[in-house]
DNA sequence: CAAAAAAACTGATATTTATCAGTTTTTGAT
DNA sequence: ATCAAAAACTGATAAATATCAGTTTTTTTG
């Protein structure tokens, strides 16, 4: 079932521009002739806020979260990359370090291309160039919106708008009808909503008590989401 | 004085990076041939979430708010603008509505200029369109940044870290040596560090009582700037 | 498959921040 | 310069959220 309508799912989550695609293949092999291929496991990080980057990173399967740490140690985590995404890149466009940190949350696989072949390809290609601004225009949306219900939004509403984002982060593969089960920590989703995780525990129960979701487990599963939307008090 | 190194000054508010100057004369008279100026006094909306973009926005004097408001009517300030900083592109190269809002926060100046022109420009000069990534990749620097002050920094230093960004703003036209009165209604200043008015003042008059700032009616002005960055508790 | 480790969960309490209902001061218009 | 309106400010209270100190369940590993 789509959400197109029910909740702007797309403004939150995806980038749903692909960069990539509008090279041609000729151009495909130019950028992507150095690549290299890394397989990470949970935990595993891709690189680190303050670093120097040396290339830009494609998620090609599994789920990177990109977050900040306090002083504290808690992490924010900012972003949730999936299939297909572009990672890294500002840094290397503006010439600044990493301003977060990206990592595995399950095993995944990425590619690697050396910042030298990606600027290269963007001083030859015009409509490469254009199409990354579009998708990077795009980006601002989510960022945007991130910090509006970072900053707007009760405790509960937060929880409810990172579920919604996660069940279509964890859509991929699987077929409409299916159920998806949302496979991820207290701790990480306590971080996604901004939550000591204590309360994220706490507020579950009650969308569990409310028909909202189950579980199996540490898996969730959405059982109306309808529900969770309301939940989330969209207008 | 200087922040650098004490405090990323940079990486919290500016957009140093100055997009519309690596256009030649012929490019600018090109890019600048339908411009509009306007005059606009305190409170006058430039544009409102939700609507379609026609052109693009520079700010040639005074200072303008970026925005979302919630349901409850409370407005998150996401960015503050000051002179010569581009506004409202990133929905035109998108294709997408406005994400948030844009007010005069006092009388300001802004040129328009019609979308047809910004892409025009875009599509003939190569380097425009690099530096307009670079432009946005540093952008989102600020932006992922201002997402880890408001989702894991305390009230004071939210309200620090507000102050600190406020007096470079003013700083605009100003001696070195001059006292830099940062002149913001307490309301705005509430919103752009996420907290309730009446916290906001209590605040204010604890840091006063610390030696951080002196007031003269809604004025602020720091008297130390250390203080205030310790205050902030920036590492 | 059993033991150990890690993660999930619970209840009580503390802390932070917002809200409400005002009073006082400042600002802007005549 | 005076008055009205707006903004700044104060104190008391309420609400939201975090923290602490555990217990129970799930997951991982030898």
């Known amino acids: 079932m789509s959400l197109n309508g029910i909740f702007p799912i797309d403004r939150w989550n995806f980038t749903t521009h692909s960069v990539l695609s509008v090279l041609s293949d000729q151009e495909m092999a130019l950028l992507t002739r150095h690549v290299t291929e890394q397989r990470l496991f949970k935990g595993d990080v891709i690189f680190r806020e303050g670093a120097v980057p040396s290339g830009i990173f494609v998620v090609r399967s599994g789920r990177v979260k990109k977050y900040k740490v306090d ?19 500002h840094p290397v466009l503006s010439g600044e370090r990493y301003a977060d940190s990206a990592a595995a949350m399950e095993e995944t696989m990425v590619s690697f291309i050396p910042k030298e072949d990606f600027m290269d390809m963007l001083a030859r290609s015009p409509v490469f160039a254009l199409r990354l601004l ?33 069940r279509e982060k964890f859509k991929y593969g699987l ?23 204590e309360n994220v525990i706490r507020l579950l129960s009650e969308f569990k008590a409310e028909g909202i979701l189950s579980t199996q487990g540490r898996k969730i599963i959405i059982k109306d989401i309808h529900l969770l939307v309301k939940r989330a008090n969209y207008r």
């Open 175 to 197: 077929n409409d009808h299916d159920a998806i089960p949302i496979n991820i920590s207290r701790a990480d989703l306590a971080n996604m909503a901004g939550l000591a995780e």
């Open 71 to 89: 002083q504290t140690g808690r992490e924010q985590i900012i972003y949730l990359a999936g299939p297909g995404e572009l990672m890294g890149y």
């Open 134 to 166: 579009k998708a990077m225009s795009h980006e601002f949306t989510v960022l945007t919106n991130t910090i509006s219900v970072i900053a707007q939004r009760t405790g509960p509403e937060r929880l409810a708008i990172a579920l919604i984002v996660l």
